[in-house]
């Protein structure tokens, strides 16, 4: 089954895009339609699309790929950090600094330097120094946490980047398309989808449609951790029975495994018009902002 209903959709206002004098004519194909001079976006277009990322993102996962999670504007700001949190991946939700993906040598430099004044607090060393000096190495430290803590973790470049609005996150985008990085975003109705490999039609401006797209993108990096962890299980009992087969013995009965695989589901046909239909009833859960 879907990944995501037209009702959770309805219910977030994932559906409303920006007016339309503020708006990208390579958008076109996602919009259904427009009322009160706001884009309508295609819902049945991001029920489907929802699922070709959410399956990208798990099979990465899968293979032990990273999944940088962005959103700097303060409507992704909690989402992004609650979700990436959950699902253990680096996130960057204060100001991007460029070179994050580019000049990840250097950004790994200050990584380090936060983890070796964290140490320093730790081991005590603060406790001997002077006490200006003891300002001037926490502030340092707290700088770093803002713009660094999210990333701490990451060792080498993520296997792909999620992006909130990558109009704002633009050089985010430029680094991970330099580096040919897969992109996985919310485009709203005023962004190039060009850019995006796994485009997402959606509206990046409410906080609850960025929180309901942002929570199944988590949700699919866990589901791909736990395929990765069933995976390497079912292989390390593989090695352990043939080595117990190449071992001398009587008789000895065997018992098969048999590995469980989901059935997927197209994504539920819509009737047309439905969603212009429904846009009035959603109205009143999900109000459009003056976007």
């Not at 770093?144 to 993520?158: A, C, H, N, Q, S």
């Not at 850019?195 to 589901?223: F, H, Q």
Request: aromatic share 6%; net charge negative.
């Amino acid at each position: 089954m879907a990944v995501v209903t037209m009702k959770q959709l309805l219910e977030a206002g994932v559906h409303f895009g920006h007016q339309t004098r503020r708006w990208n004519p390579k958008m076109r194909r996602f919009i259904f339609t427009e009322r009160n001079g706001i884009y309508i976006i295609d819902l049945q277009k991001t029920v489907r699309l929802m699922d070709l990322a959410y399956h990208f993102v798990k099979d990465l996962t899968m293979q032990g790929e990273k999944i940088l999670f962005v959103g700097t504007k303060k409507q992704a700001h909690d989402s992004i950090a609650e979700e990436a949190d959950r699902c253990e991946m680096p996130f960057v939700n204060q100001r991007w600094l460029g070179g994050m993906l580019t000049n990840f040598a250097t950004i790994s430099k200050r990584i380090n330097r936060l983890r070796e004044l964290e140490k320093m607090e730790e081991d005590g060393h603060f406790e001997a120094l002077p006490k200006k000096e003891v300002i001037k190495l926490n502030h340092e430290k707290e700088k770093l946490m803002k713009f660094l803590g999210g990333i701490r973790e990451l060792k080498e470049l993520p296997g792909a980047v999620f992006v909130v609005d990558p109009r704002k996150e633009k050089i985010a985008v430029a680094e991970a398309m330099k580096l040919e990085i897969p992109i996985v975003a919310i485009v709203d109705t005023n962004c190039d989808p060009d850019e995006i490999d796994y485009v997402i039609p959606g509206n990046d401006d409410a906080i609850r449609a960025v929180r309901l797209i942002t929570s199944k993108i988590a949700d699919a990096v866990l589901e791909g951790k736990q395929g990765m962890q069933m995976a390497e299980k079912k292989e390390g009992e593989g090695q352990e029975e043939a080595e117990e087969s190449a071992e001398p013995e009587g008789d000895k009965e065997t018992v098969g495994e048999f590995a469980q695989s989901e059935e997927e589901f197209a994504g539920i046909e819509i009737p047309a018009g439905l969603v212009a239909e429904e846009t009035e009833g959603a109205a009143g859960a999900a109000t459009p902002e003056d976007r």
